[in-house]
């Protein structure tokens, strides 16, 4: 194992192995280690300009020799080693004789290292196990590898970030979670360490991340290298920061997505879609934007309305603006075998191929393939649709439905991409398929951009994605879980995110508990990122069987505005729509920061309060921008509920104006018309009258 400088870079060569150490932004360091004669030149994630540092790199002879030895045999048998050192401003990247790799903060505090148990000369965990930190293992008779880096694990270490996952967890320390997408699971590898840290898995191939009491350990089923970035900071708003400027900045959010959107499954018709608009303008209600769901198509693939239902988007659209709401219009990346542009799509190479079996990847109202999102040519293709037959017609908003893609199966090693197979990049599909979109408007002359999207991988937000966390259960236990899933996805570098108010699927309207649970997660959206309305509002209208050219046409569900929910429950719905205009300066602030500086909108309360140690374990309330911190209702029939309040400010309760010192918990009350709010010391909103 020889190590060696060049130019910026500490390399560890050891064989064919190499391993290249090198600054990559603000305290920042990029590892990577191939075992192939080039190291493989994707960057991934990592795609924003840094710029050129000179690191400080140091070389030291040390005393390697076994302690086995004593007296007379330590003559014989002694040796010395080379030990470096890489520092780029706060990291530190320690390498010593045996070529293990251990980062510090500028203090000399140790953040983390890598985890060996190898019997050798200097190895303090010195066993016979015969395990790596690092093990790149070819793939019989190909080109690729199957990837696993391990690190030491660390008892007082919790872990944030990592992406939308379903479940109750905010602290991932002791998960282990799936690197791959899902419906209603984005994984977007980037975590920040309670020990001052943040590191990004830059590798998109479908693999795990296991936070395990032992040991970290992630793996990659498939891949041409190893790749992960780290980056130290005082506070995590720091480490947030460096991250976001290495793998871009979201967009500062356009006016209409600070308000209200409407959704529901579906509107049918344009005439549908137009009288929810004209009634809730009428009753005087806002509206920033309302959704054209799915299979208002022709038929999946066509990317084009369908006349009979839809006669006259243009006049729909111009209607809609004069009333002050956009148009958003659903987009799925399924292509039907039986749709206009199937051949021509096949035919180019734009499709995602099946490498054995059939080649229909979903059977859902048409025998379809996904469209391939990481061909360029293949998002210009999609794009150039949807620009005739949506953006002509003054459509800017997109709502990118199926964006993980879902498989069904979720058979990774049966797909193949442009970019390669989908075991290597398949994480990168929803980022492809925002960017094409992304692009095109921007092409267009467009600079307030934002798509919904249903996942994101690292990366995402600088397109200007939106996530919702995809096809949730209607419960209170669904609606606990996207509280850490929104604060974790925040974490991870994407601020813009909703979930679908009410859950998607299982609310009754008719049913009182279905109803309470409707209004307590409205009143929690008004203090999202977006305020969106959606569900598919069971039991579904019974309707025959409806076709049109031979194309099923997909039934509806039940009222989904806000008047659909008894008389008593509009008003508290009323109430907090127009909170939410109060707040839009506020809002639109808090989105300035997020694009300045990669602030997270929604952010766990260690965030703001890094120093109070119980800050760190609250995983019931967040800090919706510096200055709100917003305690969700997410229990039936509970009327009150205890919140932490940090240390460091006193906090006034936004409904009952009572001042409380930090550092304690306090009983709010929350009857079902409120949501307990506290307002930072030193602030004034206007939340409640």
């Known amino acids: 194992m020889r190590l060696k400088q060049d130019k910026n870079r500490l390399l560890i ?6 391993v290249w150490i090198e600054p ?11 075992k192939e004669a080039q190291m493989d030149a994707q960057d991934h994630a990592l795609t924003e300009c840094v710029e050129e540092i000179t690191p400080s790199i140091t070389f030291e002879e040390v005393d390697v020799t076994d302690p086995w030895y004593a007296g007379e045999e330590w003559e014989k048998y002694h040796q010395t080693g080379t030990r470096a050192e890489i520092t780029n401003g706060k990291i530190t990247a320690k390498v010593n004789p045996e070529g293990w790799i251990s980062f510090f903060n500028q203090k000399g505090e140790l953040l983390t290292e890598e985890y060996w148990r190898n019997r050798n000369r200097i190895n303090r965990y010195s066993v016979s196990l ?6 790149l293992k070819p793939i019989m008779s190909t080109n690729d590898f199957e990837l696993t880096a391990r690190f030491e694990a660390f008892d007082d270490e919790k872990i944030f970030g990592m992406g939308q996952y379903q479940e109750k967890n905010l602290n991932k320390k002791g998960a282990s979670l799936e690197l791959a997408h899902r419906n209603g699971q984005s994984s977007v590898p980037f975590m920040v360490s309670s020990r001052g840290y943040g590191f ?7 693999g795990t991340a296991v936070f395990a009491t032992n040991k970290t350990e992630w793996h990659a089923v498939s891949t041409k290298k190893m790749d992960y970035y780290i980056t130290a900071g005082d506070t995590i708003a720091e480490i947030e920061e460096q991250y976001s400027a290495v793998t871009g900045r979201t967009p500062m959010m356009p006016e209409y997505g600070l308000g209200y959107w409407q959704c529901k499954l579906r509107y049918r018709t344009q005439e549908e879609l137009l009288s929810v608009a004209r009634e809730h303008k009428r009753r005087g209600l806002p509206m920033d934007a309302i959704v054209v769901d799915f299979f208002h198509w022709t038929r999946q693939g066509d990317f084009k309305f369908e006349p009979r239902d839809w006669p006259d988007p243009e006049a729909m659209v111009k209607e809609l603006k004069e009333l002050g709401i956009e148009t958003v219009v659903s987009v799925w990346p399924t292509i039907d075998e039986k749709s206009e542009n199937f051949g021509e799509m096949s035919d180019k190479g734009y499709l995602v191929h099946a490498d054995r079996g059939n080649q229909n990847h979903m059977t859902w109202m048409g025998n379809t393939v996904f469209y391939d999102a990481t061909h360029p040519g293949a998002q210009q293709f999609v794009w150039e649709k949807c620009k005739e037959n949506y953006y002509k017609k003054g459509i800017r908003i997109f709502w990118l439905d199926e964006a993980e893609p879902e498989y069904g199966p979720y058979d990774f090693d049966n797909y193949r991409y442009y970019a390669g197979p989908a075991a290597q990049c398949s994480n990168m599909y929803p980022v492809g398929y925002i960017k094409g979109f992304y692009d095109g408007l921007r092409a267009e002359g ?11 991988w690292a990366g995402s937000q600088k397109y200007g994605a939106l996530t919702w966390s995809g096809d949730i259960y209607s419960s209170f236990r669904s609606m606990r879980e996207q509280l850490q899933a929104g604060l974790n996805m925040a974490l991870a570098g994407i601020p813009w995110w909703c979930s679908d108010i009410g859950g998607f699927m299982g609310g009754d309207i008719s049913d009182p508990a279905f109803k309470e649970l409707l209004v307590r997660w409205f009143a929690w959206g008004c203090f999202c990122p977006v305020f969106r309305m959606h569900g598919e509002r069971s039991p579904w209208y019974e309707r025959e069987q409806e076709f049109i050219n031979g194309v099923r046409q997909l039934t509806s569900g039940q009222d989904n505005e806000v008047w659909s929910f008894g008389e008593d429950n509009y008003e508290i719905l009323k109430s907090y729509l127009m909170i939410r205009e109060n707040l839009r300066p506020y809002i639109r602030d808090c989105m300035r920061a997020a694009h300045e500086t990669g602030a997270p909108v929604m952010r766990p309360l260690f965030y703001d309060f890094q120093a109070d140690k119980e800050a760190w374990n609250v995983d019931d309330a967040y800090m919706f921008g510096p200055d709100l911190l917003v305690a969700p209702v997410m229990d039936a029939g509970v009327r009150t509920r205890e919140v932490y309040l940090p240390a460091g400010c006193r906090w006034t309760e936004a409904k009952t104006k009572t001042v409380y010192e930090g550092g304690q918990v306090v009983t709010a009350e929350a009857p079902l ?13 206007q939340i409640y009258d």
């Open 130 to 135: 015969r395990v790596d930190a690092r093990e």
């Open 446 to 456: 467009e600079t307030d951009i934002l798509s919904l999207v249903r996942c994101a």
């Open 13 to 18: 060569l050891d064989g064919v192995s190499q």
């Open 200 to 206: 990004l898995w830059n590798n998109p191939a479908i």
């Open 673 to 685: 018309a409120v949501i307990p709010v506290f307002i930072r010391e030193g602030k004034e909103y």
């Open 24 to 34: 990559w932004g603000t305290n920042a360091l990029r590892v990577r280690m191939t």
